[in-house]
């Protein structure tokens, strides 16, 4: 398995550019969400999913669209991209059998917006 | 919604001294608290997790602790060695229908040889 994989691993976008961050698992899990990671302030959730077709905001959802057709696949669109997005971009997947509920983080992608 | 407050955000111990980081939480509705370790420019990973039924639970030299009442818990790291030196980070969830997992800012623990 390759487990959670993200592409691409860095990114420079000029202010105005839109964007999609790929995200892809092949462990068949059902949840996967997007996290922001910035200096001195953590994980930040910004979508979730709980399966193919289901979404939710998380904790700082503006700027940004998810959508999942597929188990397997959860894109981040940057609609507008601003440098307030400048930021490492992880994406996770999780599952829910009983016991564990353990999130397999991808690689990461480093965006810079100029 | 969740808030996760974590202190301190940097922890420098001594080889062989013990680590602790301690962790708030704002939803009573909140039942499973994972911790993960990030060391630098990786992926974080799970180290260890507890969930609202429990009060404490160990794996090796690394243990947390919960206290439900007081929405608080912690981790407790022994006998600390240098690849221990990373930035940790604890979060909280309601795990019913959703997977919605919120986490702390991060403690950076340095461990000096």
């Known amino acids: 398995n390759a487990g959670v994989t993200q592409t691409p691993k860095f990114q420079v976008l000029k202010t105005g550019q839109s964007m999609t961050l790929q995200c892809a698992q092949d462990m068949n899990h059902e949840y996967m969400s997007w996290y922001r990671q910035d200096p001195g302030m953590g994980l930040r959730l910004i979508h979730y999913?709980?399966?193919?077709?289901?979404?939710d905001q998380g904790e700082v959802p503006n700027g940004y669209n998810v959508s999942r057709s597929t188990t397997e696949d959860f894109p981040l669109r940057l609609l507008s991209a601003a440098p307030s997005q400048t930021s490492v971009y992880f994406c996770a997947s999780s599952y829910s059998v009983t016991g564990s509920y353990e999130q397999y983080f991808g690689p990461g992608t480093r965006l810079t917006v100029t | 919604g969740e808030n996760v407050e974590q202190h301190p955000s940097t922890l420098s111990v001594q080889e062989g001294d013990s680590a602790v980081i301690k962790c708030t939480y704002s939803d009573s509705a909140s039942n499973y608290f994972p911790w993960y370790k990030q060391e630098l420019g990786k992926r974080p990973q799970l180290i260890i997790d507890?969930?609202?039924?429990?009060g404490e639970k160990k794996d090796q030299r690394i243990a947390v602790t919960l206290n439900k009442t007081a929405k608080h818990f912690s981790l407790h790291i022994t006998e600390t060695q240098p690849e221990d030196s990373a930035v940790y980070f604890c979060a909280a969830s309601m795990k019913t229908s959703y997977d919605k997992v919120i986490f702390g800012p991060g403690t950076s623990l340095s461990v000096i040889p």
């Open positions: 507890i969930r609202s039924n429990v």
């Open positions: 999913s709980v399966g193919a077709g289901i979404t």
